[in-house]
């Protein structure tokens, strides 16, 4: 016989489950709708969306998640906590934003059939994460190395006619050359040089083939992404990696030309005012100095974490009984300094005082504000210059040689912009020009090239991948089917891990749907259960033939997945906990990630 006390425990338990079933979760419902808002960009053939402001008159195109909820009125905390769940996932990763949401609405109606179903919120949370386990099990078992995916990528596509008139031509200029160790070193620098005899580690280190399986049918932005990587491997030791550093690898928004002109260049491209685009004509051809200033180029920045001193009245200045104010002597001197040690340009990672730089403008320096931190950082090993955080502090030592500037005349938009670009000859920093004549479409196209960048930089230092369109689901699907049947001891919680196993096929059919595999969410469901089949009788099959070419990378699924499901506990527990007024304890929390 049970003692009192557990059995007070019990009844104690049972009262607050029934309590909870019997009332509405407010927090698990909204973040059910408002993920189900967000649908249509799952998969590659992603459908954007017009937000219109009523106040100011003016609209934006969406086309993912994170800019969705961005540009959107969340309402309560559960919208904030969904809006800094996404945003946290979008500054690491650039992608999966779209499988976190969509999991974060279908894991919060799973969480509210349990609860309708008499499930404790203790042994939801219990259940839920055993069938996140045994998912992340199967990304385990199941990723695959980059260099099977390229191998198998050139099984597939084989040689393209362009590839096979390069060989052709290759080996016509191979037979004048005489020596066989020039041979040697012709066979190895040549791209897309390859003999059967050859050592097949030449294809599977290839990154395009690695690129297009990342692509997700972004393939004009994959295309740009490719370009750069080729430029930065042209002034680095180690090009024979194949990687891709995302930290030297910056954007330049040109609106007014078409998509079509899109193109990526070696250096730092940025637009500027037609009277800064005359300092540059009048700069170029030349060989120049460079200041790099980290914070704002004006009289009242204070580096962070400077201290004003207190308990100070200042009663009177000189500057200002001599007609002169501070600001002005303040110009002054930073001229004085830039004239002093012969600068010609000045990259400014904040903003710049508008009086100083028209009075730069006479004195032909090129002032250039809004500059990334990692622009400088490469400026600075590449010319010696030292960033410096007040243009008073800029001596001799600070000051870096070999810049030159040009302007961009291929790169006229229909504005008053003008492209110019600055480089050193051995920058590895590389520039990707994003056009379009629809000016609405440029951040879009922006986020899809870093959507790309991002996924080739980590598939090419993680060396492993998952199989995508739904594959890697699948499996789990199957997994979740599985633990369900051999779990005979606890019923409450093969009824979760079936209920889990349901949001999978939502996610799987509404992929399919959107990828234009089915015509319906409903085809997608039956098509998902005949696999399911196929899977029983001991068939390994995927939903598409064309899937066999979509990869994803591991740790931004994974992360994704543990984001999306912390973040329904985290609901779920306050939903409770305003509720029934018990909380069960801090110890509830310590198991959740940092949003």
Not at 206 to 227: E, F, N, P, W, Y
Not at 330 to 351: P, Q, R
Not at 438 to 454: G, I, P, R, T
Not at 566 to 575: A, P
Request: glycine share 6%; aromatic share 4%.
């Amino acid at each position: 016989m049970a003692s009192p006390r557990k059995q007070c425990s019990s009844a104690v338990k049972m009262c607050v489950s029934a309590s909870v079933a019997q009332r509405r979760h407010i927090g698990l419902q909204q973040l059910e709708a408002i993920a189900a808002t967000t649908h249509g960009f799952l998969g590659p053939n992603k459908r954007p969306k017009f937000i219109q402001d009523e106040d100011a008159g003016d609209a934006i195109l969406v086309g993912s998640c994170s800019r969705l909820l961005e540009n959107i009125e969340l309402q309560g905390s559960v919208g904030q906590l969904l809006l800094e769940t996404v945003q946290a996932q979008q500054k690491l990763f650039r992608s999966g934003t779209g499988t976190l949401v969509f999991l974060a609405g279908v894991w919060s109606r799973v969480a509210l059939e349990c609860l309708n179903r008499g499930i404790s919120v203790l042994d939801i949370k219990t259940a839920m994460r055993k069938g996140l386990e045994l998912c992340l099990e199967v990304c385990k078992q199941s990723a695959v190395n980059v260099e099977e995916v390229s191998c198998q990528k050139v099984k597939d596509c084989g040689p393209s006619s362009a590839v096979k008139s390069h060989i052709q031509d290759t080996e016509m200029r191979l037979m004048d050359v005489k020596h066989s160790q020039n041979i040697k070193s012709t066979l190895k620098h040549s791209r897309h040089f390859s003999f059967q005899t050859e050592n097949t580690q030449t294809a599977l280190n290839d990154v395009t083939h690695i690129a297009q399986a990342v692509s997700h049918g972004c393939d004009s932005s994959m295309r740009l992404v490719i370009k750069a990587c080729k430029l930065q491997s042209e002034n680095t030791e180690n090009a024979q990696n194949g990687s891709l550093d995302v930290q030297k690898l910056i954007t330049c928004l040109v609106p007014g030309m078409s998509e079509e002109k899109s193109s990526v260049f070696r250096g730092f491209v940025t637009l500027l005012s037609a009277e800064q685009a005359s300092v540059v004509r009048r700069l170029q051809s030349q060989v120049l100095n460079i200041a790099l200033v980290n914070g704002d180029l004006c009289e009242k920045y204070r580096h962070v974490g400077f201290n004003r001193l207190g308990n100070v009245v200042h009663v009177t200045d000189h500057a200002k009984m001599s007609g002169v104010s501070l600001e002005e002597r303040w110009i002054e001197n930073a001229l004085g300094k830039l004239h002093e040690f012969s600068v010609d340009v000045v990259l400014v990672s904040g903003t710049a005082g508008v009086k100083l730089k028209d009075r730069a403008l006479g004195a032909n320096v090129l002032v250039i504000e809004g500059v990334k931190s990692s622009v400088l950082k490469d400026f600075g090993a590449c010319t010696g210059a030292i960033p410096v955080s007040y243009v008073t502090q800029i001596d001799q030592n600070c000051v870096g040689q070999g810049v030159t500037v040009s302007q961009r005349r291929d790169l006229s938009g229909h504005n008053d912009l003008v492209a110019i670009s600055v480089v050193t000859a051995s920058t590895s920093l590389v520039t990707a020009i994003i056009s379009s004549s629809v000016s609405a479409k440029l951040q879009s196209l922006e986020d899809q090239f870093w959507s790309c960048a991002h996924r080739l930089h980590r598939a090419l230092a993680d060396r492993q991948l998952l199989r995508g369109a739904g594959t890697t689901e699948l499996l789990c699907i199957r997994q979740l089917h599985q633990s369900k049947q051999t779990e005979m001891e606890n019923p409450q919680e093969g009824v979760v891990l079936e209920l889990m196993a349901e949001a999978w096929m939502d996610y799987v059919s509404t992929l399919m749907m959107n990828s234009g595999s089915v015509c319906s969410k409903a085809e997608g469901w039956t098509a998902v259960a005949h696999q399911m089949r196929l899977y029983k009788d001991g068939e390994a099959v995927s939903l598409d033939a064309d899937a066999a070419g979509v990869y994803d990378n591991v740790a931004v699924k994974t992360e994704a997945w543990r984001r999306a499901l912390d973040l329904v506990f985290l609901v779920l527990q306050s939903d409770a906990e305003i509720i029934t007024g018990v909380s069960e304890g801090g110890n509830v929390y310590k198991e959740l990630m940092y949003l």
